[in-house]
């Protein structure tokens, strides 16, 4: 591969569920250029609502596939007019929501590659025009569609129980994941479903976009459809065929995340100007391309602290099990990453807040201050919603005898809820194969990642340094980052050495000596409790 000039640029693209965005950045990796489409604004037509449509089930969740072809014409119109030069992007990748479908109808393959041709005939015509009758399913499930209960149940059965099946695919059944879609839209529109040659991810039903053809699925995203084998980084035959047999071709050959899947058709070259050597690299879910952006490191855990808290894992020996998600490493094949989602976040942060003596965030941080690492004993667990690890609701304290109690004094509760809620991300992290190892540094992101005491209690109960960074565009970043990455990928160069260029995340805390010793021994108590809360929880019979 030749060297990377200066005047290189390359391009990630975000298909997420609310918006199209883009970010290029160039050679010394500074970011050059930020632009979206979004959904409901900026297309009407479709008449979205956060990007999706909620239908009269209230499970079942679907996006016009066709919305995000236009949203494509219409952001590099938008980049175009902006004066962006796209004969310098070298190459491109992106990400797109996970687990989202979409059905190519029998022959549209030849339709996508007369994107390929050299006559003038389509040069005026829009891609949503080209591919308008392109899509046996018009609209297409995301992630957000709960309504795969039945087909979720015949897959545990077919593989012998949730865990035999998380064994195999990285998690046990759920919903929203592709495998459990596809069976559902078998089993509900059997006439569409013939009519289908090709089943893609969003991220490669994008890649197929500027490919001119079909793009194959990444390992990374493939991950997240209850079909890949993990070990055999190759479609698990059980699984297919209790989703729907016959499936394989539909699906074509998973591949590394880091491949390059040939040059920008011409289309993209004519209309807008691109190189015809710039090189298309596979496309990802957006989890994975995030893992990128924030560029984890063996060992290294990402904490976002938004609305509901996420985590991701980089794992070296994943452990599958009956919560969280394990993918391929988008960013190394030969490694893991994992996905913790928490639903109880900075709402309940907020309603203690408010409770905090102050009502304020000064307050808040104070009550951290004033209390000692270990909170004397005292574990709360505050589920204000139905919690997803554990699947528990309500308030639940305990003192440290392990005695259910009703209140605490405002100070201790307000560290039993931010010791709880990093020993519960620790809990289930450790649970999935996640260790502390040397050199482990806890990346922070979101609201909350902005309060010091908050973040010192994360860096004690972690005993590790926590290092702020701003993730609010790194599915996008991460895209642009294994852009560049895809064109080196082969003759061995890391992940990590193409994005040392990148500016450092910035330490802001470093443990106490003494953490070690005591949430050592207080994740084993709180590993317990969890255990009551959740019988607790348990309907009784
Ligand atoms: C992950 O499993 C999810 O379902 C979501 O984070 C989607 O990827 C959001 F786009």
Not at 16 to 36: F, G, N, P
Not at 419 to 441: C, D
Request: one cysteine or more.
């Amino acid at each position: 591969m030749a060297a990377v000039h200066e005047r290189d640029v390359f391009l990630g693209f975000d298909f997420s569920t609310q918006q199209l965005k883009a970010v290029a950045v160039d050679a010394e990796l500074k970011v050059v250029l930020e632009d979206h489409v979004h959904f409901d604004s900026d297309l009407p037509e479709f008449r979205t609502q956060g990007g999706v449509h909620m239908h009269p089930d209230r499970l079942t969740v679907t996006s016009p596939t066709l919305m995000w072809v236009k949203a494509l014409d219409r952001l590099l119109d938008k980049m175009a007019a902006s004066g962006f030069d796209f004969s310098r992007v070298r190459a491109l990748s992106g990400s797109g929501q996970q687990h989202g479908s979409v059905f190519w109808r029998t022959g549209a393959s030849r339709t996508l590659r007369t994107l390929h041709s050299d006559q003038d005939q389509d040069q005026d015509r829009d891609l949503q025009q080209i591919l308008q009758d392109c899509f046996s399913v018009s609209d297409s499930p995301v992630w957000m569609d709960s309504s795969s209960t039945a087909q979720c149940h015949a897959l545990e059965r077919a593989a012998g129980g949730a865990l035999s099946l998380a064994r195999i695919t990285g998690s046990k059944a759920y919903e929203r994941f592709t495998g459990n879609q596809i069976s559902k839209m078998l089993q509900t529109r059997p006439e569409e479903f013939h009519q289908t040659e090709r089943v893609s991810l969003v991220s490669s039903f994008a890649a197929s976009l500027f490919l001119g053809d079909y793009a194959p699925i990444d390992f990374s995203d493939g991950s997240g459809m209850n079909l890949l084998d993990l070990s055999l980084w190759d479609w698990s035959d059980l699984c297919l065929n209790a989703c729907a047999p016959g499936l394989r071709p539909l699906l074509a050959a998973p591949v590394p995340s880091s491949t390059v899947l040939g040059p920008v058709c011409l289309y993209f070259v004519r209309r807008f100007g691109f190189s015809p050597d710039c090189s298309v690299v596979a496309f990802t879910g957006d989890n994975p391309a995030s893992l990128a952006g924030m560029r984890l490191q063996p060992g290294d855990i990402a904490v976002s602290l938004g609305t509901s808290d996420t985590v991701f894992l980089w794992l070296q020996f994943p452990r599958p099990a009956l919560e969280g998600h394990v993918f391929i490493n988008p960013v190394d094949p030969q490694q893991h990453m994992a996905l913790l989602c928490f639903k109880n976040g900075s709402l309940v942060r907020e309603r203690l807040r408010d409770a905090a003596p102050g009502g304020s965030w000064d307050g808040f941080s104070s009550a951290l201050t004033q209390t000692p690492l270990g909170n004397d004993g005292n574990i709360g667990f505050y589920f204000d919603v139905v919690e997803i690890l554990p699947a528990a609701v309500g308030v639940h304290r305990f003192d440290a005898l392990d005695n259910k109690v009703s209140s605490f004094p405002a100070h201790t509760e307000v560290r039993a809820l931010v010791e709880g809620q990093f020993l519960s991300k620790r809990l289930h992290a450790e649970r999935l194969g996640y260790a502390i190892i040397p050199g482990t540094r806890v990346l922070a992101t979101g609201g909350a990642s902005s309060n010091a005491q908050i973040l010192q209690v994360l860096s004690d109960v972690f005993n590790a340094p926590v290092f702020t960074i701003d993730s609010s565009n790194s599915a996008c970043l991460g895209s642009a980052y294994r852009a560049l990455h895809g064109l080196v990928a082969d003759s061995g160069v890391s992940f990590s050495d193409v994005v040392k260029k990148a500016s450092e995340p910035k330490l802001v805390a470093t443990p106490d000596a003494r953490a070690k010793q005591i949430y050592d021994d207080m994740l084993k108590r709180f590993g317990r409790l969890e255990e009551r809360v959740l019988q607790e929880s348990r309907p009784q019979d």
